[in-house]
């Protein structure tokens, strides 16, 4: 089985979309990551919904998640406001380290390494520039567990 | 040789001041350069005592480091911050002096960068409650660990290497300096107020949003936070008491940390990997390129050159270190 035979059609989002609009998708059609493309269409990156969670969290807390529990529930559960204003380039800064990207022709024990080693959720299949759709971790076990 | 070993070591300086090369990279770079030239040789700067890297200053930063690291995760800085916030009633004011003691009183101890970054982030928590600007509270914070880590011999790195060349205890270093840096923070406190007269502006109606912080909550291990205190405490007193016993204070962070490993449930991984490497290997590299300056006689040079300039008063003598 070749990665172009999981693939599956997976939305997009571009580079310069609301923040909001990226996580409501997310949220609305409860999907782990979102593609995300540049101007011409061609996969950026993977944004996934913990990196959009990540974004709302305030710094203070990422530098010390003791934090976190001082917060009380009611400014707690204003994070989601944070994300007012901001892109989805914004939500990426500081993520783009590797692309979770695999070709076409790839194995499912190559698109295994890929998610296991980047701890990703979904793997966008390409070739070439050209964005075929993704492989999510469900899809991938459904097909490589013996029936 | 001379003038290669002051270029290779001017040249390094100038590559870490720059901030064009990583600090470290530099420094083991300038170092390597020494060794390859054959400016200092490996016996001597592995192995001397006067002119090679001095493994008690080491080691005793890799144990305060470890024992630090492992307080820093108790969450004993963030209950100390927020519990004070609560006390100062959201003063603004009262909560700057706070936040600046316990940063000055952790860097008795704890290494100042390490107190900063600790104090940091619940400093940004409480500004943000009370709709104020951050940046004020974090200078004061960053001028007070500087302040407050001049009181002891493991205060800085600074000290340690001082006391390592000059044969001085941590008592000398408490009983000379302590007194001096109490005095130093009453002032400090007063130009705080003054410099930052217009960021105190107290919004009564706020205090709630202090008031429902649950500090309690910061305490992630009870359990760790008393086992380390109660082995910080043995250390301080095992460093007070260094000389009399005739101990190496490295010798007491060691063991301190080592019985902290022990008597946790942090393992040495965890424990290690609380250590600043980075800090370690630059001053490791930095005592082998002063070493080639020993070598060739620059330094030797350097003190007879400052002492003929200033015929030996010792103020003036002094005067070349308060401009570094």
């Known amino acids: ?147 | 040789m001379t003038v290669v070993a002051v270029g290779v070591f001017v040249t390094t300086y100038l590559l870490i001041a720059s901030e064009k090369v990583n600090r470290v990279a530099a420094a083991l770079g300038g170092a390597g350069v020494m060794l390859a030239l054959g400016i200092i040789d490996s016996e001597h700067a592995f192995f001397s005592h006067e002119s090679g890297i001095d493994w008690n200053v080491i080691f005793l930063l890799l144990g305060t480091m470890i024992i630090v690291g492992t307080i820093q995760q108790t969450g004993l800085f963030e209950y100390l911050a927020i519990w004070s916030a609560k006390r100062a009633r959201g003063r603004p004011f009262r909560i700057m002096a706070t936040f600046v003691l316990i940063t000055a009183i952790a860097s008795t101890v704890l290494n100042n960068v390490t107190t900063v970054l600790l104090i940091a982030p619940v400093t940004v928590l409480v500004c943000e409650r009370l709709r104020l600007r951050p940046v004020p509270f974090l200078i004061a914070e960053v001028m007070a660990s500087n302040i407050g880590g001049i009181a002891t011999l493991i205060g800085d790195p600074p000290n340690i290497i001082i006391a390592g060349r000059a044969n001085l205890s941590f008592n000398d270093f408490l009983i000379h300096l302590a007194p001096l840096v109490a005095l130093l923070m009453v002032g400090y406190l007063g130009l705080c107020r003054w410099l930052f007269r217009r960021e105190f502006t107290y919004r009564p109606e706020l205090l709630d949003e202090i008031m429902a912080l649950k500090e309690r909550e910061a305490i992630r291990d009870r359990r760790l936070l008393i086992t380390s205190l109660v082995v910080l405490v043995l250390v301080i007193g095992a460093f007070v008491l260094s000389s009399a016993l005739d101990i190496e204070p490295s010798v007491v962070a060691l063991l301190g940390a080592g019985v902290l490993i022990l008597v946790t449930k942090i393992t040495a991984e965890e424990a290690v990997r609380e250590v600043e490497w980075p800090t370690l290997v630059f001053f490791m590299a930095l005592f082998v390129m002063v070493g080639g300056l020993i070598q060739v006689g620059v330094i030797e040079d350097l003190s007879r050159f400052v002492t003929s300039v200033t015929a030996g008063r010792l103020f003036l003598t002094t005067m070349p270190a308060f401009r570094s």
Do not use: W
């Not at chain 1, 995300?36 to 990540?54: E, F, I, K």
């Not at chain 1, 701890?119 to 070439?128: K, N, Q, T, W």
């Not at chain 1, 964005?131 to 991938?140: F, I, M, N, W, Y």
């Open chain 1, 1 to 147: 089985m070749r990665a172009e035979q999981l693939a599956e059609e997976f939305p997009t989002i571009g580079l310069d979309d609301s923040a909001v609009a990226a996580a409501r998708f997310l949220a609305n059609r409860c999907l782990p990551a979102l593609i995300v493309v540049d101007h011409q269409l061609h996969p950026y990156a993977v944004l996934p919904a913990s990196q959009v969670l990540r974004f709302m969290i305030p710094p203070y807390v990422q530098q010390d998640p003791a934090l976190a529990g001082v917060v009380n529930e009611k400014a707690a559960d204003q994070l989601g406001a944070s994300l007012s204003g901001h892109t989805v380039r914004e939500l990426l800064s500081g993520s783009l380290d590797e692309l979770p990207v695999v070709e076409h022709d790839a194995t499912a024990m190559e698109i295994a390494e890929v998610m296991g080693r980047m701890h990703a959720s979904l793997v966008a299949v390409i070739r070439g520039d050209i964005l075929l759709g993704a492989v999510s971790a469900t899809r991938l076990l459904e097909e490589i567990l013996p029936q």
